[in-house]
């Protein structure tokens, strides 16, 4: 049966014509947003005004975000949003300690371009992410040399999960903008479900193979998540990106019949039935986030609309 709709009911709220002030602060370029409203900039709003409202009386807050934003200036953003205690569960991939940790240690990422002969950068020996460009000798053998130096510091008479390790390389890290020392600081879980998938992973594997007394039990990860989301009384998520992240989640937020909160920042699109273009609603179908949560999806490039978002909610 098809919604009954009157004029009145949505010919209520005029779009204003803005203009800039010089000089004007975030918060009042946020205020002109209202104004605009179109097209994702009144999405932007509303998720601002979601989190905003959300976080105050929040006990379980979740960010989620990929890799690939890690390598970028970001990085330190995400650091700042776990030291203030914006959020207090991070779900990530395995990228994310791959690069912090290159980061963390002298690894130096430079600014690149996205049409550069990808060839010619390999007989340079310089990776590509992108408009990143990473030198190999700051990446991978880096990774692997960190990660193997906190392995053999280990306790190797009991059993670690993979959080705990992360932890453990966070407070060998003195570096204001590590994800990983901010976690460590803030006693923050950093969840990463594909932790095999990256050089962290690799290095955990190559180290047992010559160290079978280390052992990993990823299931302490999946308590921490069981723990977290049970006993929420309320939850709240800012999911950047889509893939693992965004799935385990609200995978695990189904558990608690979903998420009370729930912002999208995504360049995924809906129509190819990915996880990562899904929207909220299609959550709901799933009990991932509940019928009458609020929620939002916000598309648009994160190395943008994160650092506006951020800075709203730390202000």
């Known amino acids: 049966m098809a919604n009954i709709m009157r004029r009145e009911d949505v010919l209520n709220e005029p779009v204003r014509d803005a203009r800039i002030s010089p000089g004007m602060t975030i918060e009042e370029l946020v205020k002109m947003y209202e104004d605009i409203h179109g097209f994702m900039v009144g999405h932007l709003v509303r998720g601002i005004k979601i989190l905003k409202d959300c976080l105050k009386d929040a006990d379980l807050r979740v960010i989620s975000f990929t890799a690939n934003l890690v390598a970028t200036?970001?990085?330190?953003?995400?650091?700042?949003?776990?030291?203030?205690?914006?959020?207090?569960?991070?779900?990530?991939?395995?990228?994310?300690?791959?690069?912090?940790?290159?980061?963390?240690?002298?690894?130096?990422?430079?600014?690149?371009?996205?049409?550069?002969?990808?060839?010619?950068?390999?007989?340079?020996?310089?990776?590509?992410?992108?408009?990143?460009?990473?030198?190999?000798?700051?990446?991978?053998?880096?990774?692997?040399?960190?990660?193997?130096?906190?392995?053999?510091?280990?306790?190797?008479?009991?059993?670690?999960?993979v959080y705990e390790i992360i932890w453990e390389i966070g407070k060998r890290i003195n570096d204001s903008n590590s994800i990983l020392n901010a976690a460590y600081k803030t006693s923050t879980p950093i969840i990463v479900p594909g932790y095999l998938d990256g050089a962290f992973g690799t290095a955990l594997f190559t180290y047992t193979e010559t160290h079978k007394e280390l052992r990993i039990n990823p299931f302490l990860d999946e308590k921490v998540m069981a723990e977290k989301f049970f006993h929420a009384k309320k939850a709240v998520a800012l999911i950047v990106g889509g893939g693992i992240s965004k799935h385990h989640t609200i995978w695990w937020a189904q558990f608690r019949e979903g998420l009370d909160c729930a912002v999208y920042l995504t360049t995924a699109v809906e129509y190819d039935g990915s996880l990562s273009g899904a929207h909220p609603r299609e959550a709901i179908s799933w009990g991932k986030i509940r019928p009458k949560a609020r929620h939002v999806v916000i598309y648009g490039d994160a190395t943008m609309l994160l650092p506006i978002i951020a800075a709203m909610l730390l202000g």
């Open 73 to 161: 200036g970001l990085r330190g953003i995400f650091a700042q949003l776990i030291q203030e205690k914006i959020f207090n569960l991070v779900v990530t991939t395995c990228g994310t300690l791959d690069h912090d940790i290159a980061r963390s240690f002298g690894g130096t990422y430079y600014k690149g371009f996205f049409e550069a002969d990808d060839k010619v950068l390999r007989d340079l020996k310089i990776h590509r992410l992108g408009n990143i460009f990473i030198p190999v000798e700051n990446y991978g053998p880096l990774i692997e040399k960190k990660v193997y130096e906190t392995l053999d510091d280990l306790n190797k008479g009991r059993e670690w999960g």
